[in-house]
């Protein structure tokens, strides 16, 4: 089954960057869409960015611009590169993977940290 392993998080001061991978090491499904969401102390999961195999782009109003998504779908490795962070930024970070027939898997999460 689909297994991901996500890298990348830690703790940074407001404007500066961190880069989140996550990567499918099962390699057993066809992945459509693969993402990122993000869940604060307090507040429900959303959804950060994700996109489909086809490279279709799905961004939150509140990091476009900031924010840029990609993917290796050989791998089946997704990333998020995340600029000019604001601490507002700061939550557990969840890779999300749904397959063609529309099964969703989770990573673990990994924690951002963003200080001002």
């Known amino acids: 089954q689909v297994q991901l392993v996500e890298s990348g998080g830690g703790l940074v001061q407001a404007g500066g960057s961190l880069r989140l991978s996550c990567a499918d090491s099962?390699?057993?499904?066809?992945?459509?869409?693969m993402g990122w969401y993000r869940q604060a102390p307090g507040k429900q999961r959303e959804l950060v960015a994700d996109?489909?195999?086809?490279?279709?782009?799905n961004y939150a109003d509140s990091v476009k611009g900031r924010f840029t998504i990609s993917r290796d779908n050989a791998k089946d490795t997704v990333s998020l590169q995340m600029n000019s962070l604001k601490p507002e930024d700061t939550a557990v970070y969840y890779c999300?993977?749904?397959?063609?027939?529309?099964?969703?898997?989770w990573g673990q999460g990994t924690q951002v940290t963003v200080s001002s």
């Open positions: 996109i489909t195999r086809s490279g279709s782009i």
């Open positions: 099962g390699r057993m499904f066809y992945i459509n869409v």
């Open positions: 999300r993977a749904t397959t063609f027939s529309s099964i969703e898997y």
